[in-house]
């Protein structure tokens, strides 16, 4: 049995432990008309992350505004403006952590564009070469499949939260590199 001082990994978990209590205790989050509170693996002012219900690949998440609208024009330029700045960072996160060479990032915006619930919200998909042709099949181009799709099945509410415990604790990690990155800017060792 090893003896050894924790890990800065164990500061960041009690971290994260905190951030999802936080999380929790906020006031409930809804995806459209869904209490969500438990999924959520980030959350801003304006935005929250979530694991998805129905996966099309692992690392499938969702970003979305915390205030419940159907379209991207209903948006606030702040609530514009954080949503957007929420997707990059959770991409970085995603890549990251899925080794995704590149990333697929989508709104559906009303329900002629597919949106099956009525809550602006980006999908953000990882993927390597193939993943999305394997998911969607070779004819995906020919038409837009349904991101809701009855044929895959929906994971168990103890999945998901596993998940956006494990992505919080990512995110934590994202959030540190980004202040460490602002600093090296400041200081002015980055070109």
């Not at 996160?93 to 915006?109: F, G, K, T």
């Amino acid at each position: 049995m090893s003896t050894s001082t924790p890990t800065p990994r164990s500061k960041s978990s009690s971290t994260t432990t905190s951030k999802m209590s936080a999380i929790l205790k906020s006031s409930p989050i809804h995806f459209g008309p869904f209490l969500v509170t438990t999924q959520v693996f980030h959350l801003t002012p304006y935005t929250f992350a979530l694991v998805n219900l129905k996966p099309i690949l692992p690392g499938h998440v969702l970003i979305s505004p915390r205030r419940v609208v159907p379209r991207v024009s209903d948006l606030t330029p702040t609530e514009t403006s954080d949503l957007f700045l929420t997707v990059q960072r959770v991409s970085r996160m995603v890549e990251r952590v899925y080794r995704a060479s590149s990333l697929n990032i989508a709104i559906q915006d009303g329900v002629d564009a597919g949106q099956s619930v009525p809550h602006v919200h980006a999908h953000m998909l990882d993927g390597e070469e193939g993943d999305l042709r394997a998911a969607f099949g070779e004819k995906r181009r020919e038409g837009f499949p349904k991101v809701d799709n009855e044929a895959r099945e929906a994971r168990s509410l103890e999945e998901m939260e596993g998940e956006a415990k494990m992505l919080a604790e990512e995110m934590e990690k994202e959030m540190e590199m980004e202040k460490e990155m602002e600093m090296e800017i400041k200081r002015g060792e980055l070109d």
